[in-house]
């Protein structure tokens, strides 16, 4: 018997239940993973409460690290003791669970598994959004919000390694620090809802080639204001609600307009192999310092979905089994 956070009804923090549950053996295809580390997601905040449709009851999340214990028929590759991670399929807040061995990646000896666990959907996000959404390249003006957040401080990094000159948006000056030591050349404090005189000073008047928004309906005005002549607006997040139909409408000519989603970007096994292989590799190589800035025990989930909420935490949040 392990232990779990079953939602049986969408609702606030307090709604998840600490509760045993039968793990049992894999079927075929699948192994059973012992969970060391649990990625915390803005999105998980969301299906909690039920903005996000879920099948409930049910134990959300979607990224881990763990110790492979048992391995069902016609899995080669993996073996009972194998340190893995994955990111995607749901159920990771749970001590111990069942999943798909063709999710898993096996982890070299320099990447840890708090750092793993909390890297990986958030890294193939970061992935996709700097080379395939829009390559950044050198010369480009990044403008990316939330930017000391769990995917923020990894795309900032990312930009910032091709050259781009990446302009960061945060809510706290403890947040402007920890941007600007990690790929930022310019943090605005956008707790006001203002950022676009800012950006326009930075750039001659000229505006960001791309705005990564992933906070909606607060910054949508002033992201279009701040986006330069065929520069590109990325909306992939909503934690301050949706953009309304009016807004879209006022997206300015002459810019192009993408809502990205990460299962579209990874549908394919080669593009999550590569987004991972980059990933893995740019951690081990130093080009991405990735560190775990708050611990929360997996029982304590409730906890750790307040503080995200609130816009307490800074970078990657954990939950320990
Ligand atoms: N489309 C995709 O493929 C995809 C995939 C993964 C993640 N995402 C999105 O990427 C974003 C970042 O995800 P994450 O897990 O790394 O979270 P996170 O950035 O660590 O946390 C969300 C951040 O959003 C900012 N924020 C602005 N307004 C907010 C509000 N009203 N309430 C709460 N937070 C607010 C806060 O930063 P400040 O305090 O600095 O404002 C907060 O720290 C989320 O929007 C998530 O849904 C999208």
């Not at 998840?16 to 649990?38: M, N």
């Not at 995607?88 to 001590?95: D, H, I, L, M, V």
């Not at 279009?224 to 953009?243: C, E, Q, Y």
């Amino acid at each position: 018997m392990t232990k779990a956070q079953v939602l049986y009804k969408a609702g606030p923090p307090d709604s998840f239940k600490w509760e045993d549950r039968e793990v049992g053996q894999p079927a075929a295809g699948q192994v059973r993973l012992k969970h060391t580390a649990i990625g915390l997601n803005f999105a998980e905040t969301q299906v909690r409460k039920g903005l996000r449709p879920y099948p409930l009851p049910g134990v959300i999340g979607g990224e881990g690290a763990g110790v492979i214990t048992a391995v069902g028929q016609g899995v080669s590759g993996f073996r009972v003791g194998d340190r893995v991670a994955y990111f995607g399929p749901q159920g990771s807040y749970a001590e111990e669970r069942l999943i798909p061995a063709d999710a898993l990646y096996l982890l070299p000896k320099g990447v840890s598994d708090e750092v793993a666990a909390t890297s990986m959907l958030k890294g193939a996000t970061a992935h996709y959004l700097v080379h395939r959404t829009f390559p950044v390249k050198k010369g480009h003006v990044v403008l990316y919000h939330a930017a000391a957040g769990g995917v923020g401080l990894i795309a900032c990094q990312w930009a910032k390694h091709y050259g781009a000159t990446v302009i960061g948006t945060v809510s706290s000056e403890d947040k402007v620090a920890v941007a600007k030591s990690h790929g930022c050349d310019h943090v605005i404090n956008y707790k006001d809802g203002k950022f676009a005189d800012q950006v326009k000073a930075l750039t001659g008047g000229r505006g960001a080639n791309v705005v990564f928004d992933a906070v909606g309906v607060t910054t949508w005005d002033e992201s279009i204001k701040s986006t330069a002549v065929f520069g590109m607006i990325v909306l992939f997040g909503n934690p301050s609600g949706d953009v309304t139909p009016e807004q879209y409408a006022r997206i300015p000519l002459d810019r192009y307009f993408i809502h990205p989603t990460l299962p579209a970007y990874m549908a394919k096994r080669e593009d999550r192999d590569k987004a991972i292989h980059d990933l893995l590799s740019a951690i081990d190589k130093g080009i991405l310092k990735v560190e775990v800035r708050q611990r929360y025990p997996l029982k304590d989930a409730a906890r750790a979905h307040t503080d995200l909420e609130a816009r307490r935490t800074i970078g990657a949040s954990v939950l320990v089994p």
